[in-house]
């Protein structure tokens, strides 16, 4: 069985690989197809396909609004626990 955090963690993965795919497909077209045509087309694709990367990048590593984040407990009493004692939050 998946957990939430497997399922999203696929989803951005698989949105990742997508957009890295499309960044790829538009530099290989650009230059094996497209600049037969029109160089100036090739060009101004190559330049969306340097967008994609920083973009891809962001999405892959952005916080969703229902994920944990780090300071969140864990559900584990005794990690929680040591977590608050390494943070300063609670005293020994």
Not at 5 to 27: E, K, N, P, W
Not at 29 to 56: E, K, Q, Y
Request: proline share 8%; hydrophobic share 45%; with cysteine.
């Amino acid at each position: 069985m998946r957990t939430y955090s497997g399922d999203m963690y696929a989803r951005r993965r698989h949105v990742y690989f997508a957009m890295m795919g499309t960044c790829i497909g538009l530099f290989v077209l650009a230059w094996g197809v497209v600049r037969i045509w029109s160089v100036p087309a090739a060009v101004g694709m190559c330049l969306a396909a340097m967008v994609i990367p920083p973009i891809a990048a962001v999405i892959a590593n952005r916080r969703g609004p229902d994920d944990r984040w780090w300071d969140d407990p864990s559900g584990d009493p005794q990690s929680d626990e040591w977590w608050d004692e390494l943070d300063g939050k609670k005293r020994p």
